[in-house]
């Protein structure tokens, strides 16, 4: 859990982390996706974000090992808002990905807030 959020979606989109350009762009998607897992009821409760790629995933969940699946909902999330894929095929696959994590997440946060 101590690996950059940034390059590890970068990681995901097939982007080297040396390779910049795209980063700002990059990091407005993850935020925007940190803001949708926040009313998911995921990690702080007053949110998160991200400015560059010293911010790493332990500081979103600290201890959470049952929300692993954050990493690749984020990534797939980003993925439809920065490259979305062009077949319709692929999209609607990726789109019921999505909407199964979010329920499982959503689902997870609300039986850790039980217990």
């Known amino acids: ?20 350009a795209f980063d700002q762009q990059l990091i407005m998607h993850i935020n925007s996706v940190f803001m949708v897992l926040k009313q998911l009821g995921v990690g702080p409760t007053a949110g998160f974000t991200i400015s560059d790629k010293t911010s790493v995933w332990h500081d979103f969940l600290p201890s959470d090992k049952n929300l692993e699946a954050t990493k690749s909902y984020v990534g797939m999330r980003v993925r439809m ?7 319709s095929i692929v999209a609607e696959s990726m789109n019921r990905m999505i909407n199964e994590f979010e329920w499982r997440l959503n689902s997870e946060a609300e039986s850790e807030e039980v217990t």
């Open 1 to 20: 859990m101590n690996e950059s959020i940034l390059i590890s979606i970068k990681a995901q989109l097939g982007i080297q982390e040396e390779y910049t």
């Open 81 to 87: 808002l920065f490259d979305p894929p062009t077949t």
